[in-house]
């Protein structure tokens, strides 16, 4: 397999290489050039200039774009070796996509069970030993695994382009919080109430729009939750952009969980003393919802429902010729996505305790499309991957303060240049079935896949391209 | 191999059509595609309809798969032993589940899914299971979740593309792709099965093990077969009647060997090129 | 009657400014099927650039409409080479990859320029100076037509015509409406796709620029921010006409200014938006192509 | 495997990096002081303009020697003024250990954090004007060196009868600080009309395109003066567009107005507009020296709170240093509402509520590039 520009002299291609990085990065400081020398003093209505910035920016972007163009040439390259395979004749059957990764070896393994015990008993017990700040976050990363998970059945697994999940998100808070303002109710009462009003939401907006088609739908859902958020901002009931404040958490059988239980959990298991006891049943309660729905997403995932789903995002066309009933179908999903963003929009207002429209933007919806899209369409394991990273990440990158949106805005383009199918990409179910003479589990891709990599020599079996 | 459908035989005949068309007609814009075709598919016979390039052939499939919704004319099933069933106007799930399935020229596959599940998804309309079957796994839902895979399986194993359960589709010779695309559409079951250019994009060696592949169907199960093709070849050795379109109207139906000589048909082609 | 001209004026400058940068969403669409959600950036680069080219010309001594003229000249290059350059690290080395992947580069690209200009330049409001020289003649009229809205709705009908004189007439436009009816024929035609593609984007951010540059003219203030509410206009907009159809982006744009002003006028500016947004709905529910898009058809 | 690790390793440090100030809490040399408030996105300079005012206050006492002998250090953590990511700002502040806390920034953002800080420590707001933050008495800690919101429409109205002003428009920009200032105005004007009559009451979308519509709603309702709900930006756009277009309408607007920004961005159409504001401060020496300082750390001109930040922090350090600790919540209370102390923005001292006492709002009109105060008795 030869790299088609080492056949050339390397130093001549160094020098290209060079050439390259000096042109680009000529070509940024040209474009900075205005933006980031010119300063406006604002008070005295006066420019003045500066081009301090520009030799760092340079520089920068030399070695930027000359790691481009090698990151880039080998993403090409990968490309190139699967056509080079097929044309020297061998089955293309063999280069498959899903590679073994770590997550397919654990979860295929007898240690599964194990495995997932034990990070479950971690999950149990992080809000007993961890501060207050870090069961807040953990809160916060859950209500969107959750959100994400849900919102993977509507795009990941039904390819339906929602824009407007948040609308739904808002449909949830908001009910717990008026319901709870005006007639009292209860958070256990609310759950379920929520989730049934986005549900209903998810339905009266389907039955129209269902039969768009890709972008319109998305645009048509946007739409929608722009004005989700507009109504919420001008109606009375809701208190306006003001919001509602005082929201009651959740209740454990009525007790205080604050009075004495506190003081048992802070002298015995070690609770940090300020540490809000009901923190730590939102936490679980999170936490459970995460589990089933992740329970109900793999189960439907590989159902006769969850199928359906999958050939509609594959060729809606082709999905009707197997007799799947397409607008049935859409509708489903469309709903139960809407019921989950329901639940967590219930959670998420006894979390937080106050809710206001502004909370419920666009940039929300982004948000949480940007976890699905990231982590890996249709891939469970990948959202929750992808909610973590887009909650943690911009955490972590504090240090940089300013910088830090900055950073994440070129990482988000920089994960879709060079792993477009997300951080763990989606592997589909392996069956298994006995039939005379032929076993499963070893012939499947990841024989497969071991086969490939004595084959080529990488050592890096070519990924498939995302989903479309 | 399970068969859900009413045991046959005792009013279908060899040979009485099992799907009929009468004056068949699409129009697009002001654009006749296809005008008053009257077409037969016997039962457990295999039928071709042959036609130029743009001659509506793929139109004609998609008038009564229901992609299309036909300007005129009726489209009808006759099931053995059940009342006939008008076609026209239904969706194309419908169309499926009361037994027509079909393949497409250009293979449109579930690409990023397994073949075993290519093959599972062509059994959705002969299951029942729902959401709450699907959120639960009742013992009812699993049962028909086993036999569906069991079903499937079976039927990879009879068209040779068990080794490849667990691939996925987009990661098959081209071949195998047609041939998984076959067995999907085999795998709802159908009463009749339209095969839109199989051998399309084939070399000499896949097209006749294709060959072979269509007139096992034709015997293993029973089946009815509507076959478009080019490869004429093909068409004269495995169907018994064909029917020629051109400009949307039929110019010819008959045996292979008349239509081999029938004058129409050849300045039809001919003249094409 | 004065009321109703009022808000016809008022929709009518809107509409105007929505148009501009509906173009680019539009154009960007019916080439690629992207939504470009970083052109409303661009639009804001497109004012920041003008602002801090007023300062230096204005400082060299240059004035009123060659000034005006100028700046729009200066913007609209800055703008194009940002379009541009957007598009060679966002989207093209994503050609061929699924549908969500560009968006979200797209969405990414949009969050990374406007906190590059909220750093290289300022958090705050920025003051744009009063570019539009004084017009004698309007002064009469005034009351209906302000000379910065004149220069507006001349700026649009220029930038039409000469979008339209370009799309019909050139050979660059006509390679844009053959990869925009089919792209694979296109190339087997002999279109350079990459090309093209890459034009889509200037011309799109050219507009956005000049949209930028009244904008700046209009409200006479700035801020990174800007982009994003303008460009969610403007999309709306381009979704309204049918997104595609570069006619149908200038119909929809005016549509959604004279939605936005009557219900303003005649409803509550409380709820014009939400006026703007169900008559978008109702639209593309009944007429999902929008007003003057083009059907899909299926193929099969 | 190797992913596995990578991934658990990705997850400890996520879980765990935040942890890392506690172990390190106020046992060091320093003194913190946390400051929670709106540090990036579109309301970033109100934010700023908070920090500006309370590090100017701690490099004073810095210069002198600390506070309690130590020096202070202040630790940001920003919100974006959003009620959403306010809470784990608070808590991060609040898991460093820190008791003294100024912010938050936004009303909305203050309020959602106050839950969170769960009466663990002393907060300072010098800009989240909204009434029942220390009107509902939830929290016994909080305290704030702004006026409150209904003290605006007071006065305004008292000006509006002066004036004799008859039909009124009220807009405001459909936000949490527009929304209470324009509905309080409503109500008061209800409750006590006179002759006084509102015309229109409406809200408008902020970072429009163009106001010309809203201009014409004005001139068809022969609104003689326009109450403003609001921040400057939109104030200025629509009042230079109202006077594009020959609207002669009065402005009259909240001290979200009363900042020199609104002058520069709106130039000589904003002239003759009114903005209640705090009295004028920057006429004291303390004051010229803070503006001079500020002017020659900061490009931006000096920010609507950077005063009230400057006083709520110079207050605080004040009242640490009496009650000598920086732990102790209630003896620190009992300064803070008990002693009057000298600051930029004159004598602070608050009462039972957390209000600061005496900060009354003045009104200005804008001649000549410059508010001026109007006098009334």
Redesign the interface.
Known sequence: MTNPSSSQKPGRAILAEIKAGLLASLWICLLAFPLMTLEINPSSHTISFSASRLPFLAGATFVLAILWRFFLRRRAFQGVSKAVLKSEGLPEGLIKGPKPTWLTVVMGSRFRYPVLAILLGFMALLPFVSPPYLVNVMVKALIYVSLGLGLNVVVGVSGLLNLGYVAFYAMGAYTYALLGQYLGLGFWVCLPLGALVATLMGLLLGFPVIRLSGDYLAIVTLSFGEITRLVLTNLDITRGPRGISNIRPAGFFGLDLNGPIKDFLVANLGVDKDMDINKILTYFIILGLVILTIICVFRLENSRLGRAWLAMREDEVACQAMGINKTRAKLTAFALGSTWAGLAGVVFASHLSFINPTIFSFMESIMILSIVVLGGMGSIPGVILGALVLIVLPEQLRAFSQYRMLIFGALMVLMMVFRPGGLIQSAREVYLHKLGGQDGPQGGPAGGAARIEALNGAGRPVEGDGRG | MADLRPAAGQAGHAGDPVLQTRGLSMVFGGLEALNNVDLEVGRDTITALIGPNGSGKTTFFNCITGIYRPTRGQVTLFPAGLPAIGLKGLAPDVITHHGLARTFQNIRLFNNLTVLENVLIGRHTRMKAGLWGALFRDRATRREEREAIGHSFELLVSYGLDHMANELAKNLPYGDQRRLEIVRALATEPRVLLLDEPAAGLNIGETSSLRDLITSIRERERVSILLIEHDMSLVMSVSRKIYVIDYGRLIAQGPPDEIRRDPKVIKAYLGEE | MN?FL??F???L??GS??ALIALGYTMV?GII?L?NFAHGEIYM?GA??A???S??LG?LGLSGWGLLLSVAAIAAV?SA??GW?VER??YK??R??????????A?????????????????????FP?LVPQIDFLAPV??YI????LVILLFTVFSMVGLTVFIKFTKMGMAMRAVAQDQTMARLAGVNIDKVISATFVIGSILAALGGVL?GC????I????GF??G??AF?AA?LGG?GSIPGAVVGALILGFA??FA??YV???????VA??I??II??FR??GIMGQA?T?K? | MKSLVKFLATLALAAFLPLAPTAQAQDGGTLKIGFGGALLGDTASYGLSNLYGIEYAAAQVNAKGGLLGRQIEIVTEDDSCRPDLAPEAALKLANQGLKLIMGHTCSGATRSALSSYNNRVILISSSATEVALTEDGASPYFFRTTPRDDAQATIQLKYMKQKGYKKVAILHDKGDYGIALAEKMQNDIKADPGDIQIVLFQGITSGEVSYDDVVSLLRQNEAEVLIWGGYYSDASKLIMQMRDKGLTTVVIGPDGLYNPSFITLGGTAVEGSVATGQADLSNSEAAKAAIADHNTRHTEEIGPYFFYAAGAAQALFAAVEKAGTADDLDAIKKHLTEDTVETVMGPVRFDAKGDVIGAAFALYEIKDGNFSEIKMD
């Open positions: 009321f009022d808000l004026m008022s929709g400058t809107k400014i929505y669409y099927a939504i680069i920041f650039t602002l801090l080219a300062m230096v400082s800055y080479m940002y350059t690290v966002a080395p994503l061929g990859s699924s549908r969500l992947a560009p968006l979200i580069s969405i990414g690209m949009s969050i990374f320029l406007q906190n590059y200009v909220q750093l290289a330049q300022s958090p705050n409001f920025l003051v009063d005034a009351r302000s000379r910065t809205q904008i209009s409200m006479r203030q801020s990174f921010y800007i509410i303008a969610m206009k709306t979704v997104i936005e002003s303003a006028g509550s500016s409380s709820y014009k938006d939400v947004f169900i978008l709905i593309l529910i999902p192509e899909q299926q099969v």
